[in-house]
Structure formats: C-alpha cells, structure tokens
C-alpha cells in the first residue's frame, strides 16, 4: 500500500498546480515552487515507492489530475491538440514549458532517491539548479539618471506597465499595444529610446500579454468593457502618480480601438489621442484582409491556402486558429515587414520570452471574438479631445479603407493625419525617429491643453 503514497502526492500536486496556476508557471515564483514541489514529490514517490515505476508514475498522475482539474479553463494553451502550425506552438509552449517545470524535477527527484549513478544523478540536479536559477532572475529596466525607469505593477490585476522619462516633470504618454496578448516593452526600448526625451513612457502590457499574462484567468471576464476599464485604471495612476490632470494616450492597432473607446467615455483624463496603425472596424477590415489574401494566394499558386481559406469562408471566426491564414500570410501578402517579435532585453523575464506566442494565442482567442461588434464609425464619430493620427504610407489596404472612411467623419477639436513614407502597419516601429518627431510635435502644439 505505501507504494501508492507517490501516486497520491503526484495527483495532489496535480490538483493543486492547477487551481494555482492552470495555465502552468507563467511568474517567477511560480516556476521555482513548481520546480520545488515537483522534485520533492518525484522524492518521495522514489523513496516509498521502492521501484524505477515511480520516476513514471508520479508525474502520470500528476497530469492526470492536472488536467482533469483545468478542464474549466480555455485557450490554445491547455485545450486539446489542434493540427496546425499555431496548435503545434500552442502545445510546446504551453503544455512543453509546463512539463519542463514540473514533470522533469519530480522525474529526476524519483530517480535522485533510487539510483546509485551519481555522476548521472549529480549532473541532472545541477542542470535542474541552473533551470531554477534562470527562471527566478527578475526582469528590469536600465536606469535613466535624474529621470524615471522602472517596471511597476498597477492595478487588481496587477497589469505590467514599463514606465521611462529622461524626468519625472514631463508630459505622460501612455501607449496602449496592438494584439492581444501581445507586449511591445521589447520594441519600445530598442526603437523608441528617443521618445523618452519628451515624455515619460508608460507602455502598457495589456490584460493576457507580457508581463500581465497571468492576469488572464478567468476568460470568461476578458471583455472589451474590461480591456477599456483597464487602461482608465492605469491612466489614473499615471496621473496621480505624477501630478498630472491630463496624459497623452497612444493606441496602436488593434489596441487603438480599445484606446478611442476610453477617450470616448472619458475624456477628462486625457490631453490628446494619438493612433497608428489605426483599427476601426475589426470584422470589415478582416473580411479585406480575407478577399485580398484569397485573392494573392490564388495569384502566387498557392493551390493549397487557397483551398483552405475558400473551405473556410470569409470572417469573423470563433477562435484564434480561424485566423491563423490571416495571422500567417497576411504581411507576405500586402508586402509589410513581419512584426517579428522583439525578445532579447532584459525587460522579459525567461518565462514571459517562453509564453510570447502562448500569451497572444491564448489571449487572442478569449478577447478578439468580442472586439467584432465594434465599429468607430457609428461608436465613436465625435471625440472630445484633440486626434492625431501616425498612419503608414504603405498600410494594409483592409486597415487603411476603413480607416479613411472613419476619419473623413470624425469630429474632435483637432485633428491631424500624417502619412509617413516608406511605412506600413508598424509605423512607429519602422521609422522611430519620424514618429518622434511627430510626436513632440503633437507635445508643442496641444501645450494649451489643460494639464
């Protein structure tokens, strides 16, 4: 009988790992109690166990109850297998990332407890000490001497916000990202450094990206009233924080659409809003990107796209992997540079570098189904604060239609559009320097503005 006390800690374990944290270790602490925990169990089944079985056996039941125990929670991440290119990422840095914290330490703490090779065993509790310490270094921001740089956590939900001025007295620019589930803490600090010299930075990793991924949970709150709730809360702690009655609010892509709707309904907060890569109508313009995709993959050959996406039929679609065609070929299509995903800083974690893909599947999947109903051009044709607008010469066509259409509309006290050449969706990231020189721009001419 004392043989199934592993097989009962492992299921424990399960039970327990999942309630805490059912997407897997997505922090820090996470990941090294996870280590902990699992090699103490995987020790204890190897000791009262008395055979090899447990190194198998204990992380078995482990999943086992695992899983069963997360059958509530939804996502790419932790739902079952699906056949393709973003299923198969989905499971290697989901389920992969959460095997390599859990299932390998109770694995080598079975065997630690029953083998006799002790190079052998020496070797894997090293490899599992380099692994706890890597997953425990802290992210950080390099200093900005008489200025501002931290990472800082705001709100209940413990949103991630980067936050970075050459000084505190500057004007608050706030950037609301694009995908969801997406962070741009990477491509800010490689790409715009210079604007820090003209405000103070707050970039923000929205609910299920980056840093803020662990707020995730539970999905079935990840609405668009709550995305627009959040960056209010964040806004006024931006404000409060430093002395100021109105900020700056910057919204790219699909991110600027929830940053008009918190302009719409509360104006008072802010001095202006500036778009890029401007979003109005998520459903219209990915019917564009649909027809003109279809239409680029029946051109170029591409015999077998074509065929999936014309099986498919045109947008919306109810989860994240209905747009994987869209996601995937769109930017070959239009002729875009790829929004390639930019990591290496020290800004990320290990484990949020590891979750970049599983973050915005996850999150992509709970929250863009519930964007489709959205429309700028009958929800928000009147704004109350001075618009401008940072748009690509080279914009895809299923953003840049619509987006003309609602700009002809729209009224505000001010409104100004420049389109950069050389160009495309990620304008800000494409030519920083112009776009920081529009920004201070924008700083000079909206200085009036009741601060």
């Given at each position: 009988m004392h043989r199934w006390w592993g097989v009962l800690a492992g299921a424990?374990?399960?039970?327990?790992?999942?309630?805490?944290?059912?997407?897997?270790?997505?922090?820090?602490?996470?990941?090294?109690?996870s280590i902990l925990v699992s090699a103490g169990v995987g020790v204890l089944a190897g000791r009262v166990g008395r055979s090899r079985w447990a190194m198998l056996t204990a992380p078995a039941a482990f999943w086992v109850a695992m899983e069963l125990s997360r059958t509530g929670v939804r996502g790419p991440s932790v739902d079952a297998f699906h056949p393709s290119p973003f299923g198969v990422l989905a499971f290697v840095t989901g389920r992969g990332v959460q095997a390599l914290l859990t299932v390998v330490p109770m694995i080598v703490g079975a065997a630690a407890a029953r083998q006799r090779r002790y190079v052998v065993i020496g070797v894997l509790t090293a490899a599992m000490a380099l692994l706890t310490v890597a997953v425990a270094v802290p992210a950080r921001t390099a200093p900005i001497p008489g200025g501002v740089a931290e990472l800082a956590t705001v709100g209940q939900?413990?949103?991630g916000v980067m936050i970075?001025?050459?000084s505190r007295?500057?004007?608050?620019?706030?950037?609301?990202?694009?995908?969801?589930?997406?962070?741009?803490f990477g491509a800010m600090r490689r790409h715009l450094a210079g604007l820090e010299r003209h405000f103070v930075v707050a970039t923000l990793d929205r609910r299920g990206g980056g840093s803020s991924y662990?707020?995730?949970?539970?999905?079935?709150?990840?609405t668009v009233g709550s995305a627009v709730d959040d960056i209010g809360v964040v806004a006024d702690y931006l404000r409060?924080?430093?002395?100021?009655?109105?900020?700056?609010l910057l919204g790219h892509s699909g991110g600027s659409v929830l940053a008009v709707l918190a302009v719409r309904d509360r104006p008072e907060r802010y001095r202006a809003y500036i778009g890029t890569g401007q979003a109005v109508d998520l459903t219209d313009s990915d019917r564009l990107f649909y027809a003109d995709i279809l239409a680029w993959a029946r051109a170029t050959g591409r015999t077998g796209l074509a065929r999936r996406m014309a099986d498919q039929g045109p947008p919306p679609y109810g989860g994240v992997y209905g747009y994987e065609s869209i996601m995937t070929f769109g930017p070959e299509a239009y002729g875009q540079r790829p929004g390639a995903f930019t990591v290496g800083v020290p800004e990320y974690t290990l484990l949020q570098k590891a979750h970049t893909l599983t973050a915005i599947l996850d999150t992509w999947d709970a929250l863009y189904p519930r964007m489709q109903d959205i429309d700028l051009?009958?929800?928000?044709?009147?704004?109350?604060?001075?618009?401008?607008?940072?748009?690509?010469?080279?914009?895809?066509?299923g953003l840049a239609v619509v987006f003309a259409d609602w700009y002809a509309r729209l009224q505000a006290?001010?409104?100004h559009l420049d389109v950069v050449a050389g160009a495309g969706h990620r304008v800000m990231f494409e030519r920083p320097d112009r776009f920081v020189e529009i920004l201070a721009r924008v700083r000079a001419e909206t200085a009036g503005v009741s601060s």
């Open positions: 424990v374990w399960g039970i327990g790992a999942a309630w805490v944290m059912p997407r897997g270790p997505l922090t820090g602490g996470q990941a090294v109690t939900r413990h949103l970075r001025g050459a007295r500057l004007p608050v620019l706030l950037f609301v990202p694009g995908a969801p589930g997406g962070s741009e662990p707020a995730l949970d539970p999905t079935s709150t990840v409060q924080r430093f002395g100021q009655d109105r900020i700056y051009r009958t929800d928000a044709l009147r704004l109350q604060v001075p618009v401008y607008f940072v748009q690509g010469a080279d914009e895809m066509r006290p001010a409104r």
